[in-house]
């Protein structure tokens, strides 16, 4: 293990690790706001089936609702970018 | 043989060269983009205009049902009726900003302007400055601290938790995530339309004969992705406008 560090060049290891941190921060940034745009949009299905004439302000709303739960996963698609810098 | 693919890094793939001035403010295609969206904005609108006639043919008729969408999809929605005099602000700001996007899926451009950082951000902080004018004038420099801080039908000791999060979600979040919301998605969508554009040159000039038939395959995938840019840029503009108008409807009447 030792040996195979000392081979690599500088800042390599330092690289690879920044790398791998940017693939964990958006891979857990998207889980949270998957599960919830999921619970928006079905919700939003179930109140338009029940409700088809109220379905125009429905839509609004949830385009609403996806684009504030959206924003958490988009934070951390800027931020792996950010890390990999 | 090489099955390997050398995929540009993101930097190569939002800067363009200067072909104007220095490195810190130049004019790239980036601007001329920019410059020709005010002017097709500008030059549909006044041909739009020019001859009005009560029914309406041509760029008239698509005119019209844009002022028709931005009043009933928009302000409606989220202002009501008082909101009805801001329908030209919201208009420009939704043309302007559907046209950026359009650039995304336009064959020789290719280029989202909005997946630079720096226009999101400065339409963020014109709405940012706008919503918190509209609320000063309308209810006063102290009483609209007071409505932002201390939301009225919350327990008092709970203000100690309610009112730093209510003074930091209004004043920092709100104009970071509408910035940062427009910048990243159009951002991904781009580098999804390059690495499938990528994925689909390296099958077809493959040096394995055998690949090069799949080269289709993503190639397919990236003519649906650009139909579903289309629908993104849309809804991206959609929701940037309507958030602005919630803010600033949220700024006229203070909740009670």
């Known amino acids: 293990m030792l040996h195979v560090l000392a081979e690599q060049g500088a800042g390599e290891l330092e690289a690879g690790l920044k790398t791998i941190g940017?693939?964990?921060?958006?891979g857990g940034a998207a889980i949270g706001p998957g599960?919830?745009?999921g619970i928006v949009v079905g919700n939003a299905i179930t109140a338009m089936a029940r409700q088809p004439e109220a379905s125009g302000p429905v839509r609004t709303t949830m385009f609403l609702g996806i684009a504030f739960t959206e924003a958490l996963a988009l934070f951390g698609f800027v931020l792996a970018f950010l890390l990999k810098g | 043989m090489t099955f390997g693919l050398e995929f540009p890094a993101v930097s190569q793939l939002v800067q363009w060269k200067v072909i104007w001035g220095s490195d810190w403010y130049g004019v790239t295609r980036v601007t001329i983009q920019i410059i020709l969206s005010?002017?097709?904005?500008?030059?549909?609108?006044?041909?739009?205009?020019?001859?009005?006639?009560?029914?309406?043919t041509g760029a008239q008729n698509v005119a019209e049902s844009a002022v028709d969408f931005v009043q009933e999809g928009i302000i409606l929605q989220s202002m009501g009726e008082e909101g009805l005099s801001w329908t030209p602000f919201m208009l420009t700001l939704f043309s302007f900003i559907l046209v950026l996007n359009f650039w995304e899926v336009l064959p020789g451009f290719q280029m989202p302007v909005t997946a630079h950082i720096a226009i999101p951000a400065e339409l963020a902080i014109l709405i940012w400055v706008l919503f918190n004018a509209v609320g000063i004038k309308s209810q006063g420099f102290f009483g609209y601290l007071k409505g932002m801080a201390f939301p009225p039908g919350v327990p008092w000791p709970l203000y100690i938790l309610v009112t730093p999060i209510e003074i930091v979600s209004t004043l920092f979040v709100r104009p970071l995530s509408l910035a940062v919301r427009l910048f990243a998605n159009m951002l991904a969508g781009h580098l999804l339309l390059a690495s499938f554009a990528v994925l689909s040159a390296g099958m077809f000039t493959a040096e394995a004969v055998f690949l090069k038939p799949f080269g289709v395959l993503p190639f397919g995938l990236l003519i649906a992705l650009m139909g579903f840019e289309?629908?993104?840029?849309?809804?991206?503009?959609?929701?940037?406008?309507?958030?602005?108008?919630?803010?600033?409807?949220?700024?006229?009447?203070?909740?009670h």
């Open chain 1, 22 to 26: 940017a693939g964990i921060v958006y």
């Open chain 1, 35 to 37: 599960i919830g745009i």
């Open chain 2, 38 to 56: 005010v002017v097709i904005i500008l030059a549909f609108f006044l041909i739009a205009g020019s001859k009005r006639k009560l029914v309406p």
């Open chain 2, 230 to 255: 289309v629908l993104v840029s849309f809804l991206q503009a959609f929701i940037f406008t309507i958030l602005a108008a919630v803010y600033i409807g949220l700024a006229m009447h203070p909740e």
